[in-house]
Nanobody
Framework: QVELVESGGGSVQAGGSLRLSCAAS????????LGWFRQAPGKQPEGVAAIDSDNTTTYASSVKGRFTISKDNAKNTLHLQMNSLKPEDTAMYYC?????????????????????WGQGTQVTVSS
């Protein structure tokens, strides 16, 4: 059983920064794909950023250049550094993992590619 626990969410003003973390238990982050997803009220879940076992990263176009995904394999922790936040970034953010090391460009940033999900952490950006 993979357990993922997110932290680091909060409320910030537009232009501010937050760093999300996802601690993975019984799971080796170096071997598998991990991703960050978000869901705003009334909207479908969307992929934000993802990283595979080769450290290949992919980002949604809406966050490219502002967000950075990274892994600390020694601590089995996934991070998402979010800079220049905008009100439209407001959402519940989820960490997700899979037992595959490579998913391919299409599935790497799509919810359907992932089997394990955290409970989420809320990010609210005010204008």
């Amino acid at each position: 059983q993979v357990e993922l626990v997110e932290s680091g969410g909060g409320s910030v003003q537009a232009g501010g920064s937050l760093r999300l973390s996802c601690a993975a238990s019984t799971y080796t982050t170096s071997r598998y794909c991990l991703g960050w997803f978000r869901q705003a009220p009334g909207k479908q879940p969307e992929g934000v950023a993802a990283i595979d076992s080769d450290n290949t990263t992919t980002y949604a176009s809406s966050v490219k250049g502002r967000f950075t995904i990274s892994k600390d394999n020694a601590k089995n922790t996934l991070h998402l550094q979010m800079n220049s936040l905008k009100p439209e970034d407001t959402a519940m953010y989820y960490c997700a993992s899979t037992l595959q090391g490579v998913l391919g460009t299409y599935w790497l940033i799509r919810p359907g590619g992932y089997s394990y999900w955290g409970q989420g952490t809320q990010v609210t950006v005010s204008s």
